[in-house]
């Protein structure tokens, strides 16, 4: 199994900007893509930006401009620079992953996913 475990929320004024982090450990793994989610209540589940193991970047329209996706293989680790935040965007921001890792003696593909981390953006 591949554990994901998302750092770096908080609360933050309009307008201001938060870095999000998101570390993978597990015995033996390979990551894919990479990317973050975020949901906010009452609301489903939407993809913020995804990154491949080439470092190709994808962004929902909303953040284009605004945010940035970025990882560092050699640390497991996957980032979102988030600036000048808005207030509709505060949400529970998950660290995703596609991949392979190793159980028992088979490897495995699945998705993996962080328990999320509470970003509040309020004045």
């Known amino acids: 199994q591949v554990q994901l475990l998302e750092s770096g929320g908080g609360l933050v004024q309009p307008g201001r900007s938060l870095r999000l982090s998101c570390a993978a450990s597990?015995?033996?793994?390979?990551?894919?893509?990479m990317g973050w989610y975020r949901q906010a209540p009452g609301q489903q589940r939407e993809l913020v930006a995804r990154?491949?193991?080439?470092?190709?970047?994808s962004y929902a329209d909303s953040v284009k401009g605004r945010f940035t996706i970025s990882r560092d293989n050699a640390k497991n680790t996957v980032y979102l620079q988030m600036d000048s935040l808005k207030p509709e965007e505060t949400a529970v921001y998950y660290c995703?992953?596609?991949?392979?890792?190793?159980?028992?003696?088979?490897?495995?593909?699945?998705?993996?996913w962080g328990q999320g981390t509470q970003v509040t953006v309020s004045s």
């Open positions: 597990g015995r033996a793994f390979r990551l894919d893509a």
């Open positions: 990154i491949t193991s080439g470092s190709s970047t």
């Open positions: 995703n992953a596609d991949g392979f890792a190793l159980g028992g003696d088979a490897w495995s593909a699945g998705v993996f």
